[in-house]
């Protein structure tokens, strides 16, 4: 981490960087905003480019999380130094240095979670902004990424079928047409309707107990097994 004078962040900003100021450290989070990673959009971050944005972080309006500050210092790029303080220029330890590098970074992480011990829930609960490799192999990695997309053309063809095979069971207050030979389309009546909204709100209130009360609670340190399996249901979320 360098030092950087206001003329030099005045640079970054002409060539269209997304330069953030907070208690005179300076903060690059263009790939961030680019990447549209931000809750609120690209727009609200450069309404502050070149500003110090500590207050904004603390405003009523939106107060960050301590999650958001940690994960901000990924974005460091030096400490801001006035014209006279360029020869008091010194280097700033990254936030989190320590407790990122209990693991190595290059390698999969599903082996080396139990690795952390009790740093454990204190390294899943600090987010980073960098590549994360799960498995060795690199079949099992490929399937740890799947595109928004794959979740509708997968799931939305086995919800219709199994919709289809309530109807056909419940036969005889269901409307029906043919559309192809003996083959029939069902259209739910009311009672169906009020059903499955039933169900959708059933699950919707069993996935976020699911959530709140198993996936919340930190496994204990001195087993391994129940580290990583918390680590691929939930703890990689909260990373």
Avoid at 21 to 32: A, G, L, M, P, Q
Avoid at 135 to 150: D, G, N, S
Avoid at 175 to 192: A, C, L, Q, T, Y
């Amino acid at each position: 981490m360098e030092a950087i004078t206001e003329q030099e962040i005045d640079c970054l900003i002409k060539k269209g960087s997304i330069i953030f100021i907070k208690r005179n450290k300076v903060y690059d989070v263009s790939e961030f905003a680019n990447q549209m990673k931000h809750p609120g959009g690209r727009e609200v971050l450069t309404e502050h480019v070149g500003k110090d944005v500590a207050s904004v972080m603390k405003g009523a309006t939106h107060s960050h999380s301590q999650n958001a500050y940690k994960l901000m210092e990924g974005f460091c790029i030096g400490q801001l130094v006035k014209e006279e303080d360029e020869t008091q220029e010194k280097e700033l330890p990254p936030q989190n240095e320590e407790i990122e590098s209990l693991v190595d970074w290059n390698k999969a992480m599903v082996w080396q979670v139990q690795k952390l011990g009790e740093k454990y829930e204190n390294w899943i609960h600090s987010p980073v902004d960098r590549p994360m490799r799960i498995f060795q192999t690199t079949a099992m990695e490929l399937l740890t990424m799947t595109p928004w997309y794959m979740v509708l053309v997968i799931w939305v063809p086995v919800m219709t079928l199994f919709m289809q095979m309530s109807l056909r069971k419940w036969g005889n207050d269901i409307i029906s047409f043919e559309v192809i030979g003996d083959h029939k389309v069902f259209i739910p009546d009311r009672s169906f309707s009020l059903v499955f909204l039933l169900g959708l709100l059933l699950w919707t209130l069993i996935e976020y107990c699911l959530h709140r009360f198993l996936f919340h609670l930190v496994p204990p340190s001195s087993s391994p097994t129940l580290m990583r399996i918390h680590f691929l249901l939930h703890g990689i979320h909260h990373k």
